[in-house]
């Protein structure tokens, strides 16, 4: 027992000090030469810092690297050299992946935000514009009136024509940066109507009123799906409570489903029908307005 104690801890301490040579390793490839890792650290980086520029953040990527770098280093070592940490090894995993999680999570509300804000920001153009003559002046003059994230890309738009883009093109690179539908459909409808000609203050209320409708129609979508996506979390982890309550009540009550080949095909089959009812819901509940 003891020996086997021994090796176990061995081996934990000898995979942590090599998780702690891999990091500097990788730190001396990345900052000493042009290799694969470096390469992958840059894109990775960049990631970052484009991330942090379309959500208006400061700070920058190689901040945020270095920081991974660094708090997975002193796990390492206060695993090794002080004491064990329990479940360090999701510790480790949340270092990793939590910075891209966190911004990915931002920028998915704020593009919510976005289209949320995007009727009222049409509808303030084509009232600035029965005033105001100018497309650019106009969207200037609605400025003021905005809410963030809206004025933040408002704001890009106009410095981007003040340094010599046209609107049209400013406004096409505000929809790739954004890269949500109905944002892409309204500021379509502006550009179409910039091109066009005619009615444009006409042209935006009526897509500011079908833009407010869809969004209307959208809230009520995720309100009648509501109780269908707690039954499918329910649906979801169900199997996995009752396992474990079995269990608990009688160890092993599931051993014959382990050990046997009968049981390995019953529990194959039980996955694929518990995936099977997973993915039908999921497709039942993806509405499409």
Not at 67 to 90: H, I, K, M, N, R
């Amino acid at each position: 027992m003891k020996l086997h104690l021994d090796l176990a801890g061995s081996l934990k301490y000898g995979g942590l000090v090599l998780a702690s040579i891999g990091i500097l390793s990788a730190v001396h490839l990345v900052a000493f030469g042009d290799t694969p890792i470096s390469r992958q650290w840059a894109r990775y980086q960049n990631h970052l810092d484009r991330q942090l520029r379309l959500l208006f953040m400061s700070g920058s990527g190689k901040a945020i690297l270095t920081g991974q770098v660094t708090a997975l280093a002193l796990l390492c070592a206060v695993e090794v050299a002080v004491f064990d940490v329990p479940y360090w090894y999701v510790i480790a995993v949340l270092i990793v992946i939590g910075p891209v999680a966190y911004l990915a999570r931002e920028r998915q509300l704020r593009i919510e935000k976005l289209e949320m804000q995007v009727d009222g920001f049409i509808l303030a153009l084509a009232n600035s514009l029965k005033t105001v003559p100018s497309p650019g002046a106009a969207l200037q003059s609605v400025l003021p009136l905005l809410q963030n994230p809206t004025a933040q890309e408002i704001e890009v738009v106009i410095k981007e024509m003040r340094v010599g883009n046209t609107l049209e093109q400013s406004l096409v690179n505000m929809s790739s940066r954004i890269g949500s539908r109905t944002v892409d459909s309204a500021l379509s409808a502006v550009l179409i109507g910039l091109q066009v000609g005619g009615n444009l203050p006409q042209v935006l209320e009526t897509t500011a009123s079908t833009i407010r409708e869809m969004n209307r129609l959208e809230g009520v979508v995720r309100t009648k799906t509501s109780e269908g996506r707690a039954q499918l979390w329910v649906l979801a982890l169900f199997p996995f409570c009752i396992c474990y309550a079995f269990n608990a009540v009688q160890e092993g009550y599931f051993l014959p489903l382990q050990t046997t080949f009968v049981g390995y095909i019953i529990v194959a089959i039980a996955v694929t029908f518990w995936v099977a009812s997973i993915a039908v819901a999921i497709r039942v509940l993806r509405v499409d307005i």
